[in-house]
């Protein structure tokens, strides 16, 4: 069967990106990523992408409207023959017109039990709340900001004396299993 195309939308870091890429190193990977796209030019992940020979799209949303800007990743998306996108610290809000576009089709990773804690610092509030467990899920993206089915999720304990940044390095060693594995699992599912 032929790969299914995923397209990356990163802001920063992109170690979720680098794992998804890590794992179409095994010829059973149902999908290639055959294109990055991010809204900071120079973010880190790039530099990865960039060694790995994967096409890259780089702009700002600075000075653009929403639907300017994404116009212009759905092109990019569109002209590489994407099928899936996946999102990897992707720092905007897609707007519901574009996410109804890439319906079934779009996934995020996020770092808390989804339902709990959708948005930012979800390390810190998982510790504020006195929680015991913690961790992260792959959900498909809908227009309720992290709010769509949940595909997968890794728990990991949160152990006496982790702080926010303990907590994150954890929860981001799960990431990285769960997410290539989970979209690998949604393309099997759904067919490319
Ligand atoms: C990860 O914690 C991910 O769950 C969240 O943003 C962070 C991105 O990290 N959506 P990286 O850029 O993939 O390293």
Known sequence: MPRARVGILISGRGSNMAALIEATRDPACPYEVVLIISNVADADGLAFAAAEGIPQFAHSHVGLTKAEFEALIDGALRDAGVD???LAGFMRVLSPDFVARWDGRIVNIHPSLLPLYRGLDTHQRALDAGDTRHGASVHLVTAAL???PVLAQAEVPILEG?????????????????????LAELIRSRGA
């Open 84 to 86: 899936y996108v996946a």
């Open 162 to 182: 982790d702080d926010a940044e303990a907590l994150a390095r954890r929860v981001l060693i799960e990431e990285h299993m769960l997410y290539p594995a989970a």
């Open 146 to 148: 992290d709010g769509g």
